[in-house]
């Protein structure tokens, strides 16, 4: 397994990292991504050790806090060999105090995130959205106030915008709190948005990409195919209306390329698709997810090799899409591309 450094932090992480949303899965969306219990969450946790797989990410969303207790549960007796990211922000109840990032929200939220995961202290804590309502500063100082406490070592967020992680890196510089090193972010061969603002910003400032859904919410499993039903055992069936859009045409354009490097190279549509994430600026961990022992090993034969640099170029052609305004003149325009050239 291959460690990277998180963003520009000294926190080093797999390239590979487990996401824990199908623990104690319950719900329409939860639900249908899987309901491991304690039992089989053990087994994938040991199974991810051995592939040196030791940061396992979830949300105090994910099943209520489900999820949280039975990663706790399959962790218990070797908290000092994984790493555990875990998320807060968005609604836990209908109640003034149950969603946000203010002081008091967040105080609750890892106090309750801590019982939940068994331990005390949290390696990384990601903001799951941003709050508009809370003052960037009650944010950094509240998380600064919880770093020095011991309970939590590093933080991050997810799904922000590329103003609204600046404005609070710069709040952070100005304030000496602690900076955000991650961000978890969509991003896919179907989805490439991230390479837009959120890509260029992150190497500008040190932020790291954890990336979920790197298989485009179950669509680039090798199971979908231009022409052909959608599977019955699919999730999608369930879960489509919550994933990010993708245009079909693009998509089984992309699958038939991945289709043919898989028939060349032996590999599988998951590993090819999870592979070239891992070669692009930027990302630290790729978020894998399994419901069972065989999907996990799947995913994880994704390291350890490199697409060629063919390979490579068939994918990223299959796969661009036009920049929406303004970063497509920086991508079609000599004088706009000398002043700020892709880093892609």
């Excluded at 969303?61 to 489900?66: E, F, K, L, R």
């Excluded at 946000?100 to 959205?129: C, N």
């Amino acid at each position: 397994m291959e460690y990277r450094n998180l963003g520009a932090s000294g926190l080093r992480v797999p390239v590979l990292s487990f996401g824990a949303g199908t623990f104690g899965g319950s719900g329409p969306l939860f639900g249908a991504w899987g309901n491991t219990d304690a039992e089989e969450a053990r087994r994938l946790v040991d199974i991810c050790l051995e592939a040196g797989v030791n940061l396992f990410d979830t949300a105090d969303v994910y099943s209520g806090g489900a999820s949280e207790e039975v990663l706790g549960q399959a962790i218990r007796g070797r908290r000092d060999a994984v790493l555990i990211s875990t998320k807060t922000a968005l609604p836990m109840g209908e109640g003034p105090q149950d969603w946000g990032a203010s002081r008091a929200r967040l105080i609750r939220a890892i106090e309750a995130a801590l019982r939940r995961l068994g331990t005390d202290y949290i390696d990384l804590l990601q903001l799951h959205a941003f709050d508009a309502s809370t003052p960037v500063e009650e944010v950094l100082s509240t998380l600064a106030g919880l770093v020095t406490a011991g309970k939590i070592r590093y933080v991050g967020v997810s799904n922000f915008a590329g103003w609204e992680l600046m404005k609070s890196l710069a709040a952070a510089e100005r304030r000496g709190y602690p900076r955000y090193v991650a961000h978890q972010v969509y991003y896919s061969l179907a989805g490439r948005d991230y390479e837009w603002e959120l890509m260029p910003l992150g190497a500008d400032q040190g932020v790291g990409a954890l990336v979920w859904s790197p298989l485009a919410w179950g669509r680039l499993t090798g199971k979908i195919r231009r022409g052909q039903p959608l599977p019955e055992a699919s999730r999608l069936h369930q879960t489509a209306q919550y994933g990010p859009p993708v245009d079909d045409e693009k998509l089984f354009d992309i699958v038939e390329v991945l289709d043919a490097i898989a028939t060349e190279t032996g590999r599988t549509v998951p590993q090819i698709a999870i592979n070239w994430l891992l070669g692009r600026p930027t990302v630290s961990s790729v978020i894998i997810g399994a419901r069972n022992e065989a999907q996990l090993r799947q995913n994880l034969g994704a390291v350890g090799w490199s697409l060629s640099k063919d390979e490579i170029e068939r994918l990223d052609a299959v796969s661009t899409v036009t920049a929406p305004y303004p970063y497509f003149p920086y991508r079609r325009q000599e004088g706009f591309a000398r002043l700020n050239p892709p880093i892609v």
